[in-house]
């Protein structure tokens, strides 16, 4: 898939909205986690989401940024 | 949208980008190629972002549609050995589990791409359901059922459930052939 087109993909879904048909796949059995592991599970996920979230930003990711927000000014 | 608003809006969702390509691919150095691709494609495509759409959901499709695309292979190659964001940091409850941020990384690494994808979507990038079932162009029901079996081998990898549900399968198994 080109560039162009998976960008193209991504707004076309972004603007499809909720509301996608089911397409007929009914959500398959799957027993319950016991109450109890599924709160330690939740605990322990959740924790490990937020940290990771909070890692601290690589230099060369906001130097990128940056560099994109000056060109983009150049261009005007 | 003028370029200033979109670059605020880009840093205000890059924790949760890289977050995402961190435990999507399990590689910091993957991880970062990742995030700056996805940037620069954001970036020169922003004409095909939908205002009143969610704009982390827009971006999340990007990455992961060139983590797929590009990077998968990759990522199975190096996760095992650079892991370095996943420090030995505890994570939950400490008294009840003595689990790492690595450990976690390494249960996830172990479940099936389509299964870890949704459930990184809701949990890091906290995505809803119909945003997470139109990223991957699947039923809501598909979301649901993936997140169900995610959390489920998650808890047995993390040791939480012990492997007698996969060991009485095997049995039946071996019985009826």
């Known amino acids: 898939m080109t560039m162009g087109e998976e960008a193209n993909k991504a707004s076309e879904e972004a603007v499809a909205g909720p509301g996608r048909p089911e397409a007929g796949i009914a959500a398959e059995h799957i027993p319950a986690l016991d109450p109890k592991i599924q709160d330690q599970l939740g605990r322990v996920f959740r924790s490990f989401c937020d940290d990771l979230v909070q890692q601290p930003m690589p230099d060369k990711l906001l130097v990128l940024l940056a560099r994109l927000e000056a060109k983009q000014r150049e261009k005007k | ?177």
């Open chain 2, 1 to 177: 949208m003028s370029e200033n608003a979109f670059a605020d809006m880009m840093v205000a969702e890059m924790p949760y980008l890289r977050a995402f390509a961190l435990s999507l691919s399990g590689s910091t150095t993957v991880a970062d190629d990742l995030v700056q691709e996805t940037l620069v494609k954001a970036w020169t495509h922003t004409e095909s972002f939908a205002l009143g759409t969610n704009f982390r959901a827009w971006l999340v499709t990007i990455l992961r549609n060139t983590y797929f695309n590009q990077y998968r292979k990759l990522a199975r190659e190096v996760q095992d050995s650079d892991n370095t964001h996943a420090e030995q940091i505890l994570v939950g409850g400490e008294q009840e589990s003595r689990l790492t941020m690595q450990d976690v990384q390494r249960a996830l690494n172990k479940l099936p791409e389509d299964h870890r994808e949704i459930l990184l979507m809701i949990g890091v990038t906290e995505l809803s359901y119909e945003e997470a079932a139109q990223v991957c162009n699947i039923a809501v029901g598909t979301v649901k059922s993936r997140l169900n079996r995610a959390r489920a081998k998650l808890a047995e990898h993390l040791g939480m459930v012990d492997g007698a549900t996969d060991l009485d399968l095997e049995k039946n198994h071996q019985n009826k052939t």
